[in-house]
């Protein structure tokens, strides 16, 4: 194949894959929106969309290793369109669960594992396949700012239908939204060529579960999982309880994703030039210091959307590093599923953020406790990451 015809093809995949990534990562980013209108319609306590999104969040981390895995086997764009329909079928039939276990069933069930099948990090091994070694970091950061691109721009929408429509007719048009993704998919097909020689599948989890600074990178992204998942679902309601105006808590979201623009793809061209590992330290050490922050101050539109900014820059920057490692040490050929073994940590994180919020919420009327949680897990995130041998794992046996 020409340079030249290469090239094209690699761009294709990469508007492809960042145009996916805008409606599978945006249009999850409204969902909390939605919290407190559904929970006061049904009345509800906040630990029942709470346990919801908590299951949602757990079964697309546990879901990951097997789609990557899938679509490592059998191809990109079968898994991406299954990953489509599961997540706009689970969205749209949300305002038909009447009962606890239903909303578990749709929003939990149904949209967890098609996240799982439609995950990012499915599309940026697509990516990191369609591009040279050396540009893999730098594409993963395009691929992960396109789905902030998303947040930025879909949270306002969400918000926008919530007022015109109200939050059932809202919900079923967000998951009308995703069937968007079905045609993507197609544009993202292919699978890793298999090389003569090469390590299966069970010899590559071997090594990786064999690998000190592997596990390191599970830790840490774990405290990434907490982070994003309490404050994309307990946000809004949090901003109610302090006063602050209904309609900040959409622009909040979107300044986030769109100030996480900025920060995935700094990232991703830093993490081509400076170490990898140092980068992550900074970048949990100061959500530490942003949470902290913003606890101290007394809330108010600015406080809001200065937290929202600077959070935003340190949002998902983590996963172009943290993609980037697992590519370094272990290679690109089962770079889906190693990284999404780890992004099951990321999402037990996120179980456990979400869920303790809102049991938290209703056992005290306060987040405080989890905020302050989260600021000593930024702390713990920042330490675990600095062990990490950053170089290849058959370069690298002493820390295993």
Known sequence: MKAAEAGRIAMVVIVAGCLFNIFSFGLRTGYGLF??????????????????????????GLGVPFAAAAADRWGTARVLALGALLYGGGTALMPFATEPWMLTATMGVMVGLGLSCASFSIVLA??????????????????????????????PVEQLLLGLLGWSSALVAVGAMALVMLPLAWLLRGRPAQVAGQQSLGEALREAGSHLSYWYLVAGFFVCGFHVAFILTHLPPYLKDVGVPASV??????????????????????GGRRSKKWLLSLIYLGRAVVITAFVLTPPSTASVLVFAAAMGLLWLSTVPLTSGLVALMFGPRYMATLFGIVFFSHQVGAFIGVWLGGRIYDATGSYDLVWWFGVALGVFAALVHLPIAERSARLAPALR
């Open 35 to 60: 919290l407190e209108p559904m929970s006061a319609t049904y009345g509800w306590g906040r630990e029942v969309f709470s346990f919801a999104s908590a299951i949602q969040n757990l079964l697309w």
């Open 126 to 155: 697509a990516l990191g396949r369609a591009v040279p070694a050396e540009q893999r970091t730098w594409a993963f950061g395009l691929g992960t700012a396109a789905g902030s691109l998303g947040q930025f721009l879909i949270a």
């Open 249 to 270: 808590a959409g622009w909040s979201l979107a300044l986030v994703g769109l100030f996480n623009i900025v920060g995935s793809y700094t990232a991703g061209v830093l």
